[in-house]
Each structure stands twice: as structure tokens, then as C-alpha cells.
């Protein structure tokens, strides 16, 4: 492990060359689909070199195991959630949503839960910036803080954001959807 902290690319090559055989049968074996099984192994391991640097790894064939485990896990959550979604969305008419409509509905509730576990103050902050429309001196005003404090908050609660959507590029794109006027 510690030639993959500091980026050997053999090294990395060697535990995919090592492991993925196994893996692959691991991720099948729970998913029964063998596309989706490729699919998380392949995720799987650029978590892992995304990773490299914060990770110490005594065993890595169970962290590995247990990493499939756990995105197998995660993708029938996701599927789960996109049925009741689906469900959720579905006009009496039969009106057909498209596969895109469903993904933001499922990203802008994914948002709503990640700005709902904020703590209190943070969110509130937050949905008086993004939901009212407030300025930074405002937000200070109306909760009678700061405004260096209300700015903390806000930063907090876009950190928070970012790290738990992970793609920098999509959180800026779906609260500009989720909170427009």
C-alpha cells in the first residue's frame, strides 16, 4: 500500500492484476449482473486510487471485498430509490418521465437530505441564502449573529454539499435547479 500512497502506477496495476478476478465474482454474485458487476469493480478500484493517499490498508483484499459489498449495496438503494421516485412522479394520465427528469428528482431529494442532517444554525443560514434569497449582512440581521458567522455557516454548508455529492461540476448545477425563484 504504501507504494500506491505515493502513486506508483505498478504498484496499482499489480492489485488490479491481483484482484479484480475476484472481485468481479464477488460484485456478480450479489448483483446477478454481470455488466453492473464490471461496473463496480471498475469504480471500486478508482475509488481506490482516488483514494490512495488517505487510506492506510492493513488487509486489502477484505477492505477491497468489503468496498464491492458496499457499492453493490449502495446501487440497490439507488435503484430502489429511483422506483419509489418513479412512483412518486407518476402522472395519472401515464404521462411518461424521461430516464434525466427521474435522476434530478433523485439528486434534488438526495440535496434536500444532505441540507436537512446540517446542523441547525448552519441551515438555516443555508436555506435563508439559497431558498430566500438573503444577503450574508441580511441573514446576520434576521438571526441576530455575525455576519463573519453567517458567512462561516454558509461555507460550511456548500463544503458540506460538495463533499457528499463529490462531483464538483453537478452540485452548482442541481442548487441552482432545486432553489430557483
Known amino acids: 500500500m504504501m507504494s500506491l500512497r505515493e502513486g506508483d502506477n505498478t504498484a496499482f496495476t499489480e492489485l488490479y492484476n491481483r484482484f479484480w478476478r475476484q472481485l468481479l465474482a464477488i460484485a ?4 446477478g449482473d454481470k455488466v453492473l458487476a464490471e461496473e463496480i469493480v471498475q469504480e471500486v478500484f478508482i475509488s481506490l486510487w482516488n483514494r490512495r493517499n488517505e487510506l492506510y490498508v492493513d488487509n486489502v483484499a ?3 471485498a468489503t468496498a464491492i459489498r458496499l457499492s453493490v449495496f449502495k446501487q440497490y438503494a439507488k435503484e430502489k430509490r429511483r422506483s419509489q421516485i418513479r412512483e412518486q412522479i ?3 394520465a401515464n404521462q411518461r418521465w424521461d430516464e434525466e ?6 439528486q434534488q431529494q438526495y440535496i434536500q ?3 436537512e442532517s446540517l446542523p441547525e444554525k448552519c441551515r438555516l443560514v443555508f436555506k435563508l441564502s439559497r431558498e ?9 440581521q434576521r438571526m441576530g449573529i ?3 458567522t453567517a458567512e462561516a455557516h454558509l461555507t460550511k454548508a456548500l463544503k458540506e454539499l460538495r463533499l457528499k455529492l463529490n462531483r464538483p461540476y453537478l ?3 442541481l442548487l441552482s435547479e432545486i432553489f430557483r425563484p
Not at 28 to 31: E, G, P, T, V
Not at 132 to 140: K, N, Q, R
Open 62 to 64: 477484505a477492505y477491497l
Open 90 to 92: 407518476a402522472d395519472p
Open 171 to 173: 452540485w452548482a448545477i
Open 132 to 140: 430566500e434569497g438573503l444577503s450574508i449582512p441580511e441573514i446576520a
Open 146 to 148: 455575525a455576519e463573519k
Open 101 to 106: 427528469q427521474i435522476y434530478i428528482r433523485f
Open 28 to 31: 456478480y454474485h450479489h448483483s
Open 113 to 115: 437530505g444532505i441540507i
